[in-house]
C-alpha cells in the first residue's frame, strides 16, 4: 500500500485515533515512507507541545480541569487540525517543509547556510549589559555560528543572576515542562559553584579557560570560560565592591577556528545598554564572585594548520578599573592552547557545565542540541558530579530523571 501524504488517516494515525485493522494496514504504509514519517513525527510533535502547554494554563491559572477540559480538547482539536492542514499543504510543495523543518546543523551540513560574517554577525554579537534582574526580556533567537576571519571577538556578560534555574526546577518537580522562553542557559549554568582557583597575590581575578571535545558534536570542540573574583579581607573596610566597569574580550584564532557559538545568553533586556557604550551602567564586582560561559567551536581542518599557527586557540582578556583608584583601567590576559583532550577526560565542573547546557537545548529544543539526550545528559552530570557538599548537583540529576518521565508521558 503507498501511503497518500493527502490521506486524513495519516494524522488521524499520529494522533492514535485508528483502531484495527486500518491502524497496521497504515502502519506498514508508513514504514515504506521516509515522508509519511516525517509528517507523523511532526503532527506527534505539535500534539505533545499543545497538550504540555494545556497543562500549564490550567496550572497557571487553578482551573479545575474537569470544567475546562472539554472546550479546551475541543480547541486543541481544531488548532490541530489546521496545522495538519497546513503541514499536508507544504509537503504537496516537496523539499519547501523539509528544508523549513531542518536543524541549524543540518542545513550548514547540507550547504544551505555558513557561518554568519561581517555586519550580520554583529547584530549577534553578546550584549554585555543585559541587566539579568525583573526587567522584562525579547527573544532574539539562539546565537547562530559566528564566522572567525570576520569576526574574532566576542564577549558576554559578566553579572548573571541564577533565576532561570528555579523556574525550570519548579515547573518539573511540579509536573510540566517548563516554556522554553523560561529556559535560560547561562542562568542555568551559573546556579551551580564551580572550583575555579583564587587568583594571584597580585591579581584580583583568576581567568579560567579548559578545552575538550564537544560531547554533542564529536567534530566541534567545547570551551568553558570562568572568572573568579578575590574573596574580600576581613580586615579591609568596603572590601565587597572589588571591580567596577568588568569586561571581557575573547579572540578567537582564525587559524585554528572556522567559527565559533556563545551558548545561551539568547535574550535580551527590552531596556538594556551596552555597557561598551560611554555612560552605560557599571557593574560592580563583588568578592568572590564567578561567572562561566561555554563557547562551541568548529574547528579548521587539521591538514590546513602548521605547528607554529596552532599554538593558540584563543586568548582571554579581562579589562576593568579598581573602585578606590583613578580610573585607570587594568587588564588580565591569558592565551590558551587546544592539546586533543577527549571530552572523556574533561574536568568534572566542565563535564557538569555541559550537561547543564544540554539539558537547557533539549528544553529549548535547540537546533544546536546535536545528538544529545537526556541519557546523555544524566550520564554527564553523574561524572561531573564531584563531592556536591551542599546537594545541588543531585538536585539537578534527579530533576534530569524526573524530565525524562515527562518526556515519555
Known sequence: ?????????????????????????????????PEAQRV???????????????????????????KAGPLAIAAVLTLLALIGAL???????????????????????????????????SQFAPDPSRDFGAASYAYVGEHP??????????????????????????SINAGVLPPKDTVRIEQMINYFNYDYPEPRSDELFSVNVDVAGCPWDQSHRLVRIGLKGR???????????????????????????????????????????????????DHGIAAGYTVTALYELVPVAQQFITRQEAQTLLSAKLRFKKPDGNGEVQ?????????GVDFAQAHPDLKFAAAVAEFGMILCDSGYKGSGTLGAVLKWAQEGKGDDANGYRAGFIEMVRKTQTLKKS
Open 40 to 66: 507523523v513525527l511532526e503532527t506527534q510533535q505539535v500534539a505533545q507541545a499543545l497538550r504540555l502547554q494545556y497543562k500549564l494554563e490550567l496550572k497557571e491559572e487553578w482551573i479545575a480541569p474537569r
Open 145 to 170: 555560528f559566528v564566522s572567525v576571519s570576520s569576526n574574532p571577538h566576542s564577549g558576554f556578560p559578566i553579572v548573571v543572576t541564577p533565576g532561570s534555574y528555579s523556574e525550570v526546577f519548579q
Open 231 to 281: 574573596k574580600a579581607s576581613s580586615d579591609v573596610h568596603g572590601a565587597n565592591i572589588i571591580a567596577r566597569d568588568t569586561k571581557i574580550d575573547i579572540e578567537f584564532n582564525p587559524v585554528r577556528i572556522g567559527s565559533y557559538r556563545l551558548i545561551g545568553y539568547d535574550r535580551r533586556s527590552l531596556q538594556g545598554e551596552n555597557s561598551n557604550r560611554e555612560g552605560a551602567p
Open 331 to 339: 587588564s588580565i590576559e591569558r592565551s590558551v592552547t587546544d592539546d
Open 87 to 121: 503541514v499536508l499543504a507544504t509537503n504537496r510543495s516537496g523539499s519547501a517543509l523539509h528544508l523549513a523543518g531542518s536543524s541549524p546543523r543540518e542545513q550548514a551540513e547540507s550547504g544551505r547556510f555558513s557561518a554568519v560574517e561581517g555586519e550580520e554577525a
Open 1 to 33: 500500500m503507498k501511503m497518500n501524504l493527502d490521506d486524513p488517516r495519516l494524522t488521524a494515525y499520529a494522533l492514535g485515533e485508528l483502531e484495527e485493522p486500518e491502524k497496521s494496514a497504515i502502519a506498514r504504509a508508513i514504514a515504506d515512507s
